[in-house]
């Protein structure tokens, strides 16, 4: 039996103070009621219309019925909930807007500034609605430190929107309190790879491994050590996630939650068995030198073919001019990307995941409405209606082609079926600093 050590919440809500400690002391000296962000206040720019067929196809969709007296809710992230700049409005938007007159206000920050700025608001009386668990950094530190609010008296998962999700959504619960409405897991890592650069140089198709239940470590290494050549700059892997993508693919997360406890897996011998996998390719001068080219990695030599695997977001396949979005990685009908390979030892392939989910603020002033939007999420989710114009959009906007969308459904298919969520960033700032970058660093 694997030993695991279990936390308390009150032992682990006394370790955990200093996250918010930080953030309100992170701005020169000023505290969190004078952070400067990087957005205005306000909707960003409005949402483009969805074609008329799509919008007759979301018309389709059933929700729940919500009598919304407050139409607004405000949400706090790096990102827009508003699609801008040309993209395609989604369909849980679509839902909120039309059928509940629903409006979301953006207060969009930088990435250190999203605590100092939810600090600052929860504080003053101002908060906002809701807020993004898609980092992994919120739960559950956020929660002990009475930045969320738990959100069972809003949404009832026992309903006909949520029942199939709640086995996921217990995943996020702290004295027996849900705090996160997951819609969905979703990838955090996946190998994208060039299909002309594997076919030039002989290798098997991963997609193909993976469809034939033969893509595991094993398999990876062989074509990583034949596609290596120092002497010609051919390096096997680069990247940031390759360290927590193969550790968590053994179905061990650093640290997880069970039964609300925080639990300590580090010294899991499949953990230490993911590390001598890693140690290898080091050890074999397989790793692209980051060292060598200023700490930047590349992920334009996997489409030029010096690269085999870089390993990244999901998020990657769903952009096409940023520093690491698909164009990087050659023309999209060049484009093969696959789970992490399963652990030899695992008794499953499981997929490094995070969640397409959000967290109720505390002091939200519309609560009510965050709800019709979950309701609104978890619809359109679960919809062939929003599929199939999700599909279209990816077509149309990302130039992706019929395979790429099968290897899609056949990788979150597995996700399904076997998400490793892993709570390292969530936990405390000092656990994130003692995992996240030793791990780097000890790899490269």
Same mark, same amino acid.
């Given at each position: 039996m694997k030993r695991k050590k279990l936390f308390s919440s009150a032992a682990a809500a006394a370790i955990l103070l200093s996250m918010f400690t930080a953030c309100t002391q992170s701005d020169g000296g000023n505290g969190g009621g004078n952070t +400067? +962000? +990087?957005?205005?206040p306000g909707t960003t720019a409005p949402p483009s219309t969805m074609q008329e067929e799509q919008q007759s196809q979301a018309e389709e969709i059933s929700t729940k019925e919500f009598e919304l007296e407050n139409k607004k809710i405000t949400f706090l992230a790096t990102w827009a909930r508003n699609p801008a700049n040309g993209k395609n409005k989604d369909v849980a938007i679509e839902l909120f807007q039309t059928r509940f007159g629903g409006e979301i206000e953006d207060i969009v920050v930088g990435d250190s500034e999203r605590y100092d700025k939810l600090a600052s608001m929860v504080s003053t009386g101002t908060s906002p609605d809701f807020f993004s668990a898609a980092d992994s950094d919120a739960f559950p530190m956020g929660a002990i430190n009475n930045m969320f609010q738990p959100i069972d008296d809003y949404i009832d998962f026992t309903d006909e929107w949520w029942s199939s999700r709640k086995e996921i959504n217990d995943k996020f619960v702290l004295k027996d309190k849900h705090y996160v409405a997951t819609i969905s897991p979703e990838v955090e890592v996946l190998l994208i790879y060039n299909k002309s650069v594997i076919e030039e140089n002989g290798l098997p198709d991963p997609y193909q491994l993976l469809k034939e239940g033969?893509? #595991?470590w094993t398999a990876c290494m062989d074509m990583m050590r034949k596609f290596c050549d120092k002497s010609e700059e051919n390096y096997a892997t680069d990247g940031w996630w390759i360290t927590s993508g193969f550790c968590n693919s053994t !179905? =061990?997360?650093? *640290? !997880?939650?069970? #039964? !609300?406890? *925080? =639990?300590n897996n580090v010294r899991d011998s499949l953990i230490a068995e993911a590390q001598?996998?890693?140690? +290898? *390719?080091?050890k074999e001068d397989m790793a692209y030198p980051v060292w060598d080219y200023g700490w930047v990695s590349n992920p334009a030599n996997v489409g030029v073919g010096k690269t085999l695997f870089y390993p990244t977001g999901y998020w990657a396949l769903t952009e096409l001019n940023s520093e690491y979005g698909l164009a990087k990685y050659g023309n999209p009908g060049e484009v093969g990307f696959v789970p992490i390979p399963k652990c030899p030892s695992a008794d499953a392939l499981y997929v490094p995941a995070r969640v397409n989910g959000y967290m109720l603020c505390s002091g939200a002033p519309n609560p009510e409405g965050f709800a019709c939007m979950m309701y609104c999420e978890a619809a359109a989710s679960d919809s062939k209606e929003a599929e199939d114009i999700t599909k279209e959009q990816y077509f149309n906007e990302y130039g992706w082609t019929d395979e790429m969308w099968e290897m899609r459904q056949t990788m979150y298919d597995l996700l399904e079926e076997h998400p490793v969520f892993d709570f390292y960033k969530g936990v405390s700032l000092a656990t994130f600093d003692n995992l996240d970058n030793p791990a780097k660093d000890a790899y490269h």
């Open positions: +400067t +962000t +990087t957005a205005a033969k893509w #595991d !179905g =061990v997360p650093f *640290i !997880g939650m069970q #039964d !609300g406890k *925080i =639990v001598e996998f890693l140690y +290898t *390719i080091r």
